[in-house]
T-cell receptor, first 110, second 118 residues
Framework: DAKTTQPPSMDCAEGRAANLPCNHS???????VYWYRQIHSQGPQYIIH???NNETNEMASLIITEDRKSSTLILPHATLRDTAVYYC???????????FGQGTRLTINP | GAVVSQHPSWVICKSGTSVKIECRSL??????MFWYRQFPKQSLMLMAT?????????EQGVEKDKFLINHASLTLSTLTVTSAHPEDSSFYIC??????????????FGPGTRLTVL
C-alpha cells in the first residue's frame, strides 16, 4: 500500500470548515483513499473514501486532485465533537489490511 | 453501520496472569477479524489477522505464543495475552470485516479494551 503524509496537528474554530490535507504521491491506479478518525479512547470510525472523483456524505467531503497525488478531507461545519485524530489511508479496495499512519490530530476550539 | 463489540472495555491484572479479550460482530458475520494495539499518543499497530476456522497471521515482531488468537465462529474472535507484563499494558482494538468484502465500508472497529498490567 502507498504511504501517506499528513500534518501532525491542526486547529480549527468551531463552526468553521476544517480542511485536512493528505499527500499520497506514490498512489497506484487501483488504490482508494480512505479516511478514518479516532476520538480519544475509542475505536476508529470510518468517514469516507474515494478513488478519483470527489465524494460527499453526511459527515464530510473528500476532494482528490486530478493527479491523485493528494487529497483533502473537509468537515464543513466543525463542532467540538469533531476533535479527533484523522487518518488518511490508501489501499486497494477490498484488501485485507488497513494500515494506519500517524494521522492528524485535529483540535476544534470554541 | 455494522456493530462490533469488545469485552471487557477495561481490565487490570497482575503481572504473570493471562487475560482474554473478546471481539464480537453483533449484526453481521465476519470471516476476517483484525487485532490492533495502540500505545499512548501513538497510532494503531496491526498485530494479527484472523480468519474464521484457520490460524491467525501475525505481523512481524508480534509473538504468536504470547498473543493467542482464536476465531472459532463467524461472530467471535478472542485475543489472549498470556503471562502479561507491564509492557503489555495498552489499548487493544479489534475490527471485523464483513463476508465477501464487497462494499467499501467493509471493516468495522470495536470500541477497544484498555489493559493495565500491574
Amino acid at each position: 500500500d502507498a504511504k501517506t503524509t499528513q500534518p501532525p496537528s491542526m486547529d480549527c474554530a468551531e463552526g468553521r470548515a476544517a480542511n485536512l490535507p493528505c499527500n499520497h504521491s506514490t498512489i497506484s491506479g487501483n488504490e482508494y483513499v480512505y479516511w478514518y478518525r479516532q476520538i480519544h479512547s475509542q475505536g476508529p470510525q470510518y468517514i469516507i473514501h474515494g478513488l478519483k472523483n470527489n465524494e460527499t456524505n453526511e459527515m464530510a467531503s473528500l476532494i482528490i486532485t486530478e493527479d491523485r497525488k493528494s487529497s483533502t478531507l473537509i468537515l464543513p461545519h466543525a463542532t467540538l465533537r469533531d476533535t479527533a485524530v484523522y487518518y488518511c489511508i490508501v489501499r486497494v479496495n477490498g484488501a485485507q489490511k488497513l494500515v494506519f499512519g500517524q494521522g492528524t490530530r485535529l483540535t476544534i476550539n470554541p | 453501520g455494522a456493530v462490533v463489540s469488545q469485552h471487557p472495555s477495561w481490565v487490570i491484572c497482575k503481572s504473570g496472569t493471562s487475560v482474554k479479550i473478546e471481539c464480537r460482530s453483533l449484526d453481521f458475520q465476519a470471516t476476517t477479524m483484525f487485532w490492533y494495539r495502540q500505545f499512548p499518543k501513538q497510532s494503531l499497530m496491526l498485530m494479527a489477522t484472523s480468519n474464521e476456522g484457520s490460524k491467525a497471521t501475525y505481523e512481524q515482531g508480534v509473538e504468536k505464543d504470547k498473543f493467542l488468537i482464536n476465531h472459532a465462529s463467524l461472530t467471535l474472535s478472542t485475543l489472549t495475552v498470556t503471562s502479561a507484563h507491564p509492557e503489555d499494558s495498552s489499548f487493544y482494538i479489534c475490527s471485523a470485516r464483513t463476508s465477501g468484502g464487497s462494499g467499501y465500508n467493509e471493516q468495522f472497529f470495536g470500541p477497544g479494551t484498555r489493559l493495565t498490567v500491574l
